[in-house]
């Protein structure tokens, strides 16, 4: 079984900067595409960015990118999310997720079938 685990959320000023992390456990992420989605209060669940386990492909939301940055370390079966110049509007919950490499859109949320449960992001004005 496998689990995933968001760490590093919390409450920040604009233009502030978090980081968080999305730690596996129970299998290894070989051969797994890793996302990060998120969710605000009252509004469908929406795609941020995502990596290929190799670290080729990577894709960004619109509103992601010149400001965060994804990565990962497969020593340390982890996923991250550098955050920079956030904005109230990046409010939400963040959540890690992951997929068998596939040739679907990296950002299509059903083709993810392990999920973190989230972690908050709170950007203050």
């Known amino acids: 079984q496998v689990q995933l685990v968001e760490s590093g959320g919390g409450l920040v000023q604009a233009g502030g900067s978090l980081r968080l992390s999305c730690a596996a456990s129970?299998?290894?992420?070989?051969?797994?595409?890793m996302a990060w989605f998120r969710q605000a209060p009252g509004k469908e669940r929406e795609f941020v960015a995502a990596?290929?386990?190799?670290?080729?492909?990577?894709y960004y939301a619109d509103s992601a990118k010149g400001r965060f940055t994804i990565s990962r370390d497969n020593t340390k079966i982890t996923a991250y999310l550098q955050m920079n110049s956030l904005k109230p509007e990046d409010t939400a919950v963040y959540y890690c997720?992951?997929?068998?490499?596939?040739?679907?859109?990296?950002?299509?949320?059903?083709?993810?079938?392990?999920w973190g449960q989230g972690a908050q992001v709170t950007v203050s004005s």
């Open positions: 129970g299998r290894t992420f070989s051969g797994y595409d």
């Open positions: 997720a992951r997929r068998l490499t596939s040739g679907a859109a990296m950002s299509s949320l059903a083709t993810y079938n392990y």
């Open positions: 990596i290929s386990w190799s670290g080729i492909r990577i």
